[in-house]
């Protein structure tokens, strides 16, 4: 495991593991969720300098692209969430539960 | 909802899907499932109340975080094997990652925790497409990576769903979170054979959606979404809820219904490979989901509500609604099992 790759997946495994394990605020795991797409975005970039594959070149920015419409709709969500729950605590979100 | 925002949403749907069933390319493949669920969003946030938006930020938090996990392990796929292929991963760790993340998209059983909930605070028309539409683009992708996953994993995953499927549903009054423990029962049936004939996975998932759309359409139909309005459906309607049980007993997998032939068929190669044990968890686990399909045909029509109304069925209007899929699909849903013989052939 050379220390690029090394590097890309701790980033990615502890945007997860924040995702999974620091349940608060709906804010934060939107920033975790976004952690995990730039280190996506460090991971396919270098794959495709380090192998000179040029035909790969577009695909780091169509998963930016990807990643901004996403984080746009999580942030739509905060904004619904905090206008119906009053708040963006995700301990709140618990009407459908039963 | 502005009809050309609507047509332009559903047209994405269709988009995402095709474009996941079209792509060999983990990263095409990746960007078919985000379409599909960046379309659904607006879809079931449209009613403002608070229970809409909750489903939406649950459905929206799972899916994507499983679409990362999913381009995670494809690009550490490419890293250490240099290949891009959706039929080539073979990386043990991406392979793993891959299906638990698939598996984390349609809601199989440590990760189904969303589905009920999520469920729930949708309409029945968005919910009939969540449990149906939305489940092909990941099953495109798991059929494809289906001989190169761990057979333990998928065995784990197949006989957990089914039994938590029956035992979920156990104790439920909504008809929507019934609905999705079934799911989750049938999911793990099409999950168990996966890697011993991949080709009844395909059956079973047709079936199944045949199947729940008969329910979703019927129940949107009579516009119910709890057991004790069910209980109202005889005076108003009888001939759909007759139809109704007979659907639900179909879903539960009585024989001379359509939802047996999947049951039997999978029974019948699970026995073929040499797994008694497994067959029979999997056929007592149907039965935790017969009890709680049972329930719902009890208080349907073997119940008489307690009114003085003592006619057949009251004055009514003739209801507005389409009612042509709803047909189609129940015909399906109950005739279909004379001619096994000629489905299996299509499959």
């Known amino acids: 495991m050379t220390p690029v790759h090394f590097s890309f997946s701790s980033a990615f495994t502890l945007g997860l593991m924040g995702l999974a394990f620091h349940r608060t605020h709906l804010l934060s795991a939107l920033l975790c969720l976004e952690g995990m797409m730039l280190s996506l975005y460090i991971a396919l970039s270098l794959w495709c300098l380090q192998l000179e594959a040029t035909m790969f070149s577009a695909a780091p920015m169509l998963l930016l692209a990807f990643s901004a419409c996403e984080a746009s709709a999580g942030l739509a969500l905060l904004v619904a969430t905090a206008r119906t729950h009053g708040t963006d605590h995700l301990q709140n979100l618990n009407l459908l539960q039963c | 909802m502005n009809p050309y925002v609507l047509t332009t949403l559903i047209l994405s749907l269709g988009l995402g899907t095709t474009l996941t069933f079209a792509s060999s390319h983990w990263l095409l493949a990746w960007m078919g499932l985000e379409i ?44 250490t094997m240099g290949d891009w292929n959706i039929n080539q991963i073979s990386h043990p760790l991406a392979t793993t990652t891959v299906t638990l993340a698939l598996a984390l998209k349609i809601g199989l059983a440590p990760m189904h925790f969303w589905l009920p909930e999520v469920l729930q605070g949708l ?20 059929l494809q990576i289906s001989q190169n996953t ?34 989750i029962a049938h999911l793990g049936w099409m999950i168990i054979i996966l890697q011993f004939m991949p080709a009844l996975t395909l059956l079973n998932l047709t079936i199944y959606i045949t199947m729940t759309s008969t329910m979703f359409l019927s129940l949107k139909i009579m516009a119910s979404t709890k057991i004790n309005s069910l209980a109202l459906a005889w005076p108003k309607t009888p001939t759909l809820t007759t ?85 189609i699909t129940i015909i399906l849903t109950l005739m279909l099992l004379p001619i096994t013989p000629a489905i299996t052939t299509m499959f």
């Open chain 2, 36 to 79: 599909n669920t960046m379309a659904i969003i607006p879809l079931m946030a449209q009613q403002h109340h608070p229970r809409a938006t909750e489903a939406t930020t649950k459905y929206f938090l799972t899916q994507a975080t499983a679409a990362a996990m999913i381009l995670f392990a494809s690009t550490m796929n490419a890293w």
């Open chain 2, 123 to 142: 309409s029945l028309t968005t919910g009939l497409v969540l449990s149906t539409w939305q489940k092909l683009a990941p099953f495109a992708l798991i």
């Open chain 2, 150 to 183: 761990n057979p333990a994993l998928l065995t784990t995953l197949g006989v957990m769903s089914a039994l938590v499927g029956g035992w979920g549903g156990l104790n439920q009054t909504q008809l929507r979170k019934l609905l999705a423990y079934s799911s």
């Open chain 2, 243 to 327: 139809l109704i049980m007979l659907s639900l007993l179909s879903l539960g997998g009585l024989p001379p219904l359509t939802g047996f032939m999947p049951k039997w068929l999978i029974l019948q190669e699970l026995t073929k490979q040499d797994l008694p044990i497994t067959a029979t968890i999997m056929a007592m686990s149907a039965l935790l989901s017969l009890f709680f399909y049972l329930r719902l045909c009890y208080t349907t029509t073997l119940t008489t509500f307690p009114n003085t109304n003592n006619t057949t069925s009251p004055w009514r209007l003739k209801s507005t609604q389409i009612t042509l899929p709803l047909t």
